[in-house]
């Protein structure tokens, strides 16, 4: 492979990852980096850290330069020239930089273009006033603006970037308004689990406007106006745009490369349907491992193992496949982490999968040690196999470590009641006895091997209907603080000695059992299935049902001596 020429377009995560790989297994190859940026490899991720001042330096976003990669791997990159054309005939690449062009000969050709930010046709987005934070240049230019005079920030988008922006924001000491189309804050977020970030949003005093559009921006002679679906406008000093991005493929697309909804094909070793054409990154089709939908994950950990993997495939060595990415993420909203992997409810419903959802909400070390903070879990799980399809936490700590757990169980193929028998690490400062992860494995143990049926929060509407008794089992005083109406109140401590008075009460009807978390009710669940009722427990309590019905959840509740 003496005289073999790799060309790089595109730097960065899956860029510079084959580029340094391909280094280290040849030290013979010619390999050009292609990137049209004045930087090669930055840490994007933590553009939002830079723009709230917790980054203090510009350089600490730079994690290499043309300079260290030529002395570390004899990389000859080019920052400033931007791949305009590909001859796939010729093996060329057509580059331009500084007003001149000149052609490129490749033996092997990696296309890593990455992303970028997606334009909705809302009128005034040609604003000065908005920006985006995609690049360093971007986070500098916003830290300028806060820096100088804005007090007042809208951010289209609440997606993972689009909170780190707000938070940033927030953080220096700005008034920030969210929007967001989407009926909720994290999209991919399960709406319980959605509903706890709303609520730390609104703690931080971050204002939240979701379910609407942005439908027009209109500058001002010292502000610019934005105009919402529903009446509200918002006056902002900066607006930053963040409702997703979109494959930068014009170049591959230009070339012949297939693509599927604009973004690149490529086979389990990252080959595109050119020869010796490779692609990997936010502009490649992924398959989910989960419901085989095929769409871009816009990622830095998938876009490096493909980097590297597709350098071992153009080495000849005998390479794996690149894995499937769970879209395993991590976002930090205030003092809470929102973390999740694999699929939600609305993407299995989407693909035809059955599946069973369990809810539990641990503190996230022994309660008896001082500072235990609760969190939130959600696990969804085929009903009939046991395996783990998706998991989503929420939490102030201790959540990263739980959802990458469970990650990781799904990558190696465990089953969700595997989880139970997990050897995780245990001291009262960093967990229980009966670490959250085994109580998901427990309870879905439990729900797949009948000990019991449980009922979930968007059934309600069966809960509450004539044909069903709600029968709450907490304590008096936490029945008088808000339930459901129509329901009967015995403490599952009380239980056993009341059968006959639930059996009138219920009249041959099914029981929908509840308690707070749902430790309880599980325990009812037992006694009632054992004398003979038909029942099911409400998946992870009222904390759970509270949490799905969100700011609609006073008006579902009764209390005593109030009204509904």
Same mark, same amino acid.
């Given at each position: 492979?003496?005289?073999?020429?790799?060309?790089?377009?595109?730097?960065?995560?899956?860029?510079?990852?084959?580029?340094?790989?391909?280094?280290?297994?040849?030290?013979?190859?010619?390999?050009?980096?292609?990137?049209?940026?004045?930087?090669? #490899?930055?840490?994007?991720?933590?553009?939002?850290?830079?723009?709230?001042?917790?980054?203090?330096?510009?350089?600490?976003?730079?994690?290499?330069?043309?300079?260290?990669?030529?002395?570390?791997?004899?990389?000859?990159?080019?920052?400033?020239?931007?791949?305009i054309r590909i001859d796939e005939v010729a093996k060329q690449v057509r580059v331009r930089a500084d007003g001149t062009e000149y052609d490129?000969?490749?033996?092997?050709?990696?296309? #890593?273009?990455?992303?970028?930010?997606?334009?909705?046709?809302?009128?005034?987005?040609?604003?000065?006033?908005?920006?985006?934070?995609?690049?360093? +240049?971007?986070?500098?230019?916003?830290?300028?603006?806060?820096?100088?005079?804005?007090?007042?920030?809208?951010?289209?988008?609440?997606?993972?970037?689009?909170?780190?922006?707000?938070?940033?924001?927030?953080?220096?000491?700005?008034?920030?308004a969210v929007v967001e189309l989407a009926p909720h804050v994290l999209p991919p977020l399960e709406r319980e689990m959605a509903h706890l970030?709303?609520?730390?949003?609104?703690?931080?005093?971050?204002?939240?406007?979701?379910?609407?559009?942005?439908?027009?921006?209109?500058?001002?002679?010292?502000?610019?106006?934005?105009?919402?679906?529903?009446?509200?406008?918002?006056?902002?000093?900066?607006?930053?745009? #963040?409702?997703?991005?979109?494959?930068?493929?014009?170049?591959?697309?230009?070339?012949?490369?297939?693509?599927?909804?604009?973004?690149?094909?490529?086979?389990?070793?990252?080959?595109?349907?050119?020869?010796?054409?490779?692609?990997?990154?936010?502009?490649?089709?992924?398959?989910?491992?989960?419901?085989?939908?095929r769409r871009p994950v816009a990622m830095a950990a998938p876009a490096n193992r493909a980097g590297r993997l597709i350098a071992d495939a153009?080495?000849?060595?005998?390479?794996?496949?690149?894995?499937?990415?769970?879209?395993?993420?991590?976002?930090?909203?205030?003092?809470?982490?929102?973390?999740?992997?694999?699929?939600?409810?609305?993407?299995?419903?989407?693909?035809?999968?059955?599946?069973?959802?369990?809810?539990?909400?641990?503190?996230?070390?022994?309660?008896?040690?001082?500072?235990?903070?609760?969190?939130?879990?959600?696990?969804?799980?085929?009903?009939?196999?046991?395996?783990?399809?998706?998991?989503?936490?929420?939490?102030?700590?201790?959540?990263?470590?739980?959802?990458?757990?469970?990650?990781?169980?799904?990558?190696?193929?465990?089953?969700?009641?595997?989880?139970?028998?997990?050897?995780?690490?245990?001291?009262?400062?960093?967990?229980?006895?009966?670490?959250?992860?085994?109580?998901?494995?427990?309870?879905?143990?439990? +729900?797949?091997?009948?000990?019991?049926?449980?009922?979930?929060?968007?059934?309600?509407?069966?809960?509450?209907?004539?044909?069903?008794?709600?029968?709450?089992?907490?304590?008096?005083?936490?029945?008088?603080?808000?339930?459901?109406?129509?329901?009967?109140?015995?403490?599952?401590?009380?239980?056993?000695?009341?059968?006959?008075?639930?059996?009138?009460?219920?009249?041959?009807?099914?029981?929908?059992?509840?308690?707070?978390?749902?430790?309880?009710?599980?325990?009812?669940?037992?006694?009632?299935?054992?004398?003979?009722?038909?029942?099911?427990?409400?998946?992870?309590?009222?904390?759970?049902?509270?949490?799905?019905?969100?700011?609609?959840?006073?008006?579902?509740?009764?209390?005593?001596?109030?009204?509904?």
């Amino acid at each position: 492979m003496s005289s073999q020429h790799v060309v790089i377009v595109g730097g960065v995560a899956g860029g510079m990852s084959a580029a340094a790989r391909l280094r280290r297994l040849d030290e013979t190859l010619s390999i050009t980096v292609l990137e049209r940026g004045p930087y090669v #490899s930055f840490a994007n991720c933590g553009l939002p850290y830079y723009l709230s001042g917790e980054i203090a330096e510009k350089k600490d976003l730079l994690l290499q330069t043309p300079e260290s990669l030529r002395a570390v791997f004899n990389l000859d990159v080019r920052t400033g020239h931007e791949a305009i054309r590909i001859d796939e005939v010729a093996k060329q690449v057509r580059v331009r930089a500084d007003g001149t062009e000149y052609d490129l000969a490749y033996d092997h050709l990696i296309l #890593s273009p990455g992303a970028k930010a997606a334009y909705p046709p809302i009128a005034g987005l040609d604003s000065p006033r908005v920006r985006t934070l995609r690049t360093v +240049a971007d986070a500098v230019g916003l830290r300028d603006l806060v820096e100088a005079e804005a007090s007042r920030a809208v951010v289209l988008g609440a997606g993972f970037i689009g909170l780190e922006a707000a938070e940033a924001l927030r953080h220096c000491g700005l008034e920030v308004a969210v929007v967001e189309l989407a009926p909720h804050v994290l999209p991919p977020l399960e709406r319980e689990m959605a509903h706890l970030v709303h609520l730390e949003l609104a703690r931080l005093g971050i204002k939240v406007h979701a379910g609407v559009a942005a439908e027009s921006l209109v500058d001002q002679a010292d502000v610019t106006m934005v105009h919402l679906s529903d009446g509200t406008s918002l006056a902002a000093d900066l607006v930053v745009l #963040s409702v997703g991005v979109v494959p930068d493929t014009a170049l591959a697309e230009a070339a012949g490369v297939a693509t599927h909804h604009r973004a690149i094909v490529v086979d389990e070793h990252g080959r595109t349907n050119l020869p010796n054409v490779y692609a990997a990154g936010d502009a490649t089709v992924s398959t989910d491992p989960v419901t085989g939908a095929r769409r871009p994950v816009a990622m830095a950990a998938p876009a490096n193992r493909a980097g590297r993997l597709i350098a071992d495939a153009i080495a000849g060595r005998s390479a794996r496949p690149i894995p499937k990415p769970q879209g395993t993420a991590i976002v930090r909203v205030g003092e809470l982490a929102a973390a999740m992997t694999g699929a939600n409810r609305a993407a299995l419903v989407q693909a035809g999968r059955a599946f069973t959802t369990v809810h539990v909400h641990p503190l996230h070390h022994a309660g008896y040690f001082p500072g235990a903070q609760p969190m939130h879990l959600v696990v969804h799980f085929d009903p009939a196999t046991g395996e783990l399809l998706g998991a989503q936490g929420v939490g102030a700590q201790g959540v990263d470590k739980r959802i990458d757990v469970i990650a990781t169980a799904m990558r190696g193929g465990l089953r969700v009641n595997d989880l139970m028998d997990l050897d995780l690490s245990y001291s009262p400062p960093y967990g229980s006895a009966r670490d959250p992860v085994t109580m998901v494995g427990l309870v879905a143990d439990n +729900a797949m091997t009948g000990q019991v049926v449980l009922w979930q929060p968007e059934e309600l509407d069966w809960a509450l209907s004539e044909a069903v008794l709600v029968l709450d089992v907490r304590s008096p005083a936490e029945f008088a603080s808000g339930h459901l109406p129509g329901a009967l109140n015995v403490p599952h401590t009380d239980l056993r000695g009341r059968l006959d008075q639930v059996r009138q009460a219920a009249a041959g009807r099914p029981l929908a059992v509840m308690c707070a978390a749902g430790l309880r009710s599980y325990i009812a669940y037992r006694i009632l299935a054992q004398s003979g009722f038909e029942a099911k427990s409400l998946s992870g309590g009222l904390a759970t049902l509270r949490a799905y019905l969100g700011k609609d959840a006073e008006n579902n509740l009764v209390t005593v001596g109030g009204t509904q």
